[in-house]
């Protein structure tokens, strides 16, 4: 979201402005009688409510603290801390953007091609509603459980030090941002197959900057990619969604590459 806009003002903005990706956190981070009202007043998804993967029936509870499970999470979390502002600290940073044309923009080196409004327009709608629908998916598991952030149980820092008040309380499991990135990367790797491979591993890596921002537990990380997967698996019964993915592989032909130069500085912060 902009940082800018006040906290109090954040969720409107961004239903006004359309910043759909930011959905889950304005409807997550909102006290309880605004949820409603900011949830109708969303743009849709393909899916209506109560076809969306229930991630509260989908997901065992988070790891309770004293477990190997968590003793897991613990040890992630040390492996993945980055000094701040090293190169991947800052690209875990970016990556922490969901604004449509940022988040696209992560994928563009490994999909081989750079998607915008104007001419991938079928592209930009499949991505927004069908992030609407993943990031929902989240909700009854995130709400449910409202697990602390890996920051606030240790006292240490994020890479987003702007939305560190908002996300200490919210929920932290399932991952959002991990679902959305792995959601994205399995639907764009059926638009372009010949580059599955790399866009899957920027779907890895996506999530993987959650760990380095230090925002999630490595369980966290591996929820949302489950509840990424149940939903694109639903999305396939749409024929909305079905019609707009044979759309998008047409479209892709019109895209221009992504600058080189954009793909190396990613590869190297990736590799850090």
Not at 126 to 150: E, M
Request: hydrophobic share 45%; charged share 20%.
């Amino acid at each position: 979201m902009p940082e800018k806009l006040s906290r109090s003002t954040r969720p409107t903005a961004c239903v006004m402005a359309a910043l759909i990706i930011s959905v889950s956190t304005a409807v997550f981070a909102a006290p309880a009688d605004e949820k409603a009202q900011i949830k109708r007043a969303m743009p849709q998804g393909y899916l209506p409510a109560a076809q969306l993967p229930d991630s509260l029936a989908l997901l065992p509870p988070p790891p309770p603290a004293g477990s190997a499970a968590f003793a897991r999470d613990e040890e992630v979390s040390r492996a993945m801390a980055r000094a701040p502002d090293s190169p991947r600290w800052r690209q875990a940073a970016s990556d922490a953007d969901l604004h449509p044309p940022v988040i696209l923009s992560h994928f563009s080196c490994a999909a081989g091609f750079t998607a915008d409004a104007k001419t991938t327009p079928t592209l930009d709608r499949l991505f927004v509603k069908a992030v609407v629908d993943i990031g929902l998916s989240t909700y009854r598991a995130k709400d449910k459980y409202q697990r602390v952030r890996p920051f606030v149980v240790h006292g240490n820092a994020s890479c987003t030090p702007g939305d560190e008040k908002m996300l200490s309380t919210d929920g932290s499991y399932p991952s959002g941002h991990s679902a959305i990135g792995w959601g994205w990367a399995l639907i764009l790797a059926e638009i372009v197959p010949e580059h599955a491979d790399a866009i899957l591993q920027r779907g890895r890596d996506f999530g993987q900057s959650r760990l380095v921002c230090n925002v999630h537990w490595a369980s966290d990380v591996d929820a949302g990619r489950v509840i990424a997967s149940a939903t694109v698996a639903r999305l396939h019964a749409d024929p909305a969604f079905e019609a707009d993915l044979a759309a998008a592989k047409a479209e892709i032909a019109r895209a221009r590459p992504p600058a080189a130069s954009v793909c190396t500085s990613e590869a190297s912060a990736l590799a850090d």
